[in-house]
């Protein structure tokens, strides 16, 4: 399946440290998988979470799900590591955190270049900051970019905003990131939906990212799949509708 013709609706972040979770992974109704080696693993599970999450990968047991890694950002003592090992262990792409500017996509690109991984590993970066929104158009432009995920919780917290569940304080910030990828061509994954056991509140966040262009949703657990997957489905009638036109 050719990357424009992959469903995203749902992009779940699984922890690369916890077995049984990559275990479950193989089985659920995930679109994407993101194995984690960030927000998820404890600093001293880092090197055993990068080991298991190159093993998922190359494992061929979870299907036709994407699968991606995020890897610990470049200023850490971790990033390098991770891009080096996850490269060459094929994923679709690797989820990259913090990315402040194109420099950082560029920077990542030649790590992965150095790596000796494929040309078809693509790079995911998460857009969380205002600095990686005002060179969003450039990120989204790069030609190893292929989705822009946003970092709605590091963004929140960057902007100093109060929690809406409307989200009007982040709707600046995420119509600047749908705007640019659909100039070229990245798909668009929205931010997480913190409170996983309110399947309303996920819905209606879920169906506002979807009438703002976005192409799925990033997720932390696998009791949000279904809300996703038909929030980011077509309803019947919008594919009888295409189907006539």
């Given at each position: 399946m050719t990357d424009d013709l992959r469903p995203r609706r749902s992009v779940l972040y699984m922890p690369a440290a916890n077995e049984r979770a990559l275990e479950k992974a193989k089985t659920i109704a995930a679109d994407a998988i993101i194995f984690d080696l960030e927000d998820a693993v404890a600093p001293d599970a880092k090197p055993a979470a990068r080991e298991r999450a190159v093993a998922a990968v190359r494992s061929g047991e979870y299907g036709d799900r994407e699968l991606t890694i995020r890897c610990n950002g470049l200023d850490t003592q971790w990033g390098a590591d991770d891009i080096a090992a996850a490269g060459p262990a094929g994923p679709s792409a690797v989820v990259i955190p913090k990315v402040f500017s194109v420099d950082g996509v560029d920077a990542v690109s030649q790590q992965l270049d150095a790596a000796g991984a494929s040309p078809d590993v693509m790079i995911w970066p998460m857009i969380e900051t205002p600095t990686a929104i005002f060179d969003v158009r450039a990120i989204a432009a790069h030609p190893r970019v292929a989705v822009l995920i946003m970092g709605t919780n590091d963004l929140a917290k960057d902007l100093q905003t109060r929690f809406r569940t409307d989200r009007l304080p982040l709707a600046t910030g995420l119509g600047l990131c749908v705007l640019?990828?659909?100039?070229?061509?990245?798909?668009?994954?929205?931010?997480?939906?913190?409170?996983?056991?309110?399947?309303?509140?996920?819905?209606?966040e879920c169906d506002q990212g979807r009438d703002m262009g976005f192409d799925g949703k990033t997720l932390i657990h696998p009791a949000q799949l279904a809300v996703a997957n038909a929030a980011f489905s077509p309803s019947e009638a919008e594919v009888a509708l295409a189907r006539r036109q």
């Open positions: 640019a990828g659909k100039a070229h061509g990245a798909a668009l994954i929205d931010g997480v939906y913190n409170a996983f056991k309110d399947d309303a509140g996920l819905k209606v």
